[in-house]
């Protein structure tokens, strides 16, 4: 059969004949001729003349009627699209077991991927800090599911507010001997801090809002990264000025003459806006920091930083265990891999999610109690999980663990000075002040945040936001653990 070309009819002025024969049989204007099967031409055949066709020779771009006068055709209005951005969500709940696992399962049957979570323990109390992208009317119904979960005291959206927001990063770049200098100079600019020093490798603490972690990210990648690991994004309202602002009650102003006995008991549940009739100060469980008690200190008594350190006379091998698991940066990975934890019964005692040093991965670095045989079966459940990529325990290694707070306390003007002068010891920094309250900001290990949070707690803590420990193996091979001693462990 020979092959058979179609090719466009021009249409030209007063050519009604050629419009009438390019539209027969068909109800629609045409983007390219088709060739007609003769049912669809007899078909065609009843159809009105006045149907659309396309006027433009070649192009066929504008419609018009059959006898070449154009037709007016309305616009459709353009449909507006709900606009996608970043929200910041504050979750404040009572610390249980599984509750991790929870918060997150919410997100994961919505289809929404946790960009970064952070959590932390204020005495029975945690706070999370999750950052997630959507639009506001889907993230107000999530915030309404996660209400409805037991022992939910709070959910807020802060993305609109005015807020402190922090981050913590260590990074482990590759640092030969004629580009340190260099790599020590970029330290300097972005105020970071050498954490350990190895013969080929420099390992840097950074904290700063999510800008400057890309930015200090993008600088040294020049030299080679070896390993990221980051927390989440924690955030905390910039105190409102005057009698309006919430924790204006709880300022210094209501108790001026600071030498005197205070009830710090009532002050801390009124700054948190509780009061549980015979609570005691000790409580056991959770899936952050579970709290024990400490002889000689009654107030706010928290789990020892390096909780589960054996010694010759410990018999039991139950100590705390630092994992760090690489993962694919996908929805619902973290509540497979916290699910992992919570059907076998372990208790997450620190949780940190943030992005890894290779793009569309993402590192999770948790601490949980457990004997080194029973870990060791964990890890290889782990491992089952298509979406794991990598898990270490790095607890028999020398690592070094950061842990970054922000913690807003209520002071007069008198008493300001007497807390900044506290926070100067412990290396602290003041990123928010109002004419009641004071926001500090501290990175360090948990011994460190233990420290100065029970100094402050004359002055009274209105609020505490606490990211999760971070670890990276030390290359230079310096066992941290001899150095707890000291006032300021490395």
């Known amino acids: 059969m020979a092959a058979v070309s179609f090719r466009p009819t021009p249409i030209c002025s007063g050519n009604s004949s050629s419009a009438s024969k390019l539209n027969n049989g068909f109800s629609k204007p045409l983007a390219f001729p088709t060739k007609l099967s003769p049912a669809a031409s007899a078909a065609g055949s009843r159809h009105s003349h006045k149907a659309l066709v396309v006027a433009s020779a070649g192009s066929f771009d504008k419609p018009i009627a059959a006898d070449n006068s154009p037709l007016a055709v309305s616009n459709p209005s353009p449909v507006t699209r709900p606009k996608v951005r970043r929200h910041t969500i504050s979750v404040f709940v009572g610390d249980e077991s599984g509750m991790i696992n929870r918060i997150a399962g919410v997100f994961a049957r919505r289809g929404y991927n946790i960009e970064s979570l952070a959590v932390g323990l204020n005495k029975d109390r945690a706070l999370f800090t999750i950052v997630v992208s959507g639009t506001e009317r889907v993230l107000q119904q999530v915030m309404e599911q996660l209400q409805k979960l037991v022992n939910v005291v709070k959910v807020e959206d802060i993305s609109n507010e005015p807020q402190v927001e922090r981050e913590l990063m260590l990074i482990k770049v590759s640092a030969e001997p004629e580009h340190r200098a260099e790599i020590m100079w970029l330290v300097d600019i972005f105020r970071a801090k050498i954490v350990d020093i190895s013969e080929h490798s420099l390992t840097i603490e950074v904290t700063g809002d999510p800008g400057k972690m890309v930015a200090v990210q993008r600088n040294l990648s020049k030299f080679g990264i ?71 200190f009654s107030v706010n008594q928290v789990l020892d930083a390096h909780w589960g350190d054996l010694n010759d006379e410990d018999m039991s091998g139950l100590r ?120 500090l900001e501290l990175t360090g290990d948990l011994d460190k945040m233990v420290a100065l949070q029970r100094l402050l707690e004359p002055y009274g803590i209105c609020e505490v936001a606490r990211t999760g420990r971070i670890a990276l193996v030390r290359e230079s091979g310096i066992d941290s653990k001899h150095l707890r001693g000291y006032a300021f462990p490395l």
């Open 226 to 296: 070896r390993e990221i690991a980051r927390t989440g994004k924690i955030a905390l309202r910039r105190e409102k000025l005057g009698a309006s602002a919430p924790f204006w009650r709880f300022s210094a102003a209501s108790y001026p003459d600071l030498e005197g006995t205070m009830p710090v008991n009532s002050v801390m549940a009124g700054a948190r806006d509780r009061t549980v009739p015979g609570e005691t100060d000790a409580y056991v469980g959770g899936d952050v920091y579970p709290v024990e008690p400490t002889d000689g």
């Open 320 to 439: 705390s265990h630092t994992l760090s698991m690489l993962v694919t940066d996908s929805p619902g990975v973290l509540n497979i891999v916290t699910g992992v934890f919570s059907r076998r019964g372990y208790n997450i005692q620190s949780l940190a999610v943030g992005h890894a040093e290779v793009e569309g991965l993402s590192r999770i670095t948790t601490v949980v109690p457990g004997t080194d045989e029973s870990i060791s079966k964990l890890v290889q459940q782990l491992y089952k999980l298509v979406d794991l990529h990598e898990v270490k325990d790095i607890t028999h290694a020398p690592f070094a663990e950061r842990e970054l707070m922000l913690i807003k306390i209520a002071v007069n003007a008198a008493a300001r000075r007497d807390v900044l002068d506290i926070a100067s010891i412990f290396r602290g920094k003041a990123v928010d002040v109002s004419d009641h309250t004071i926001t």
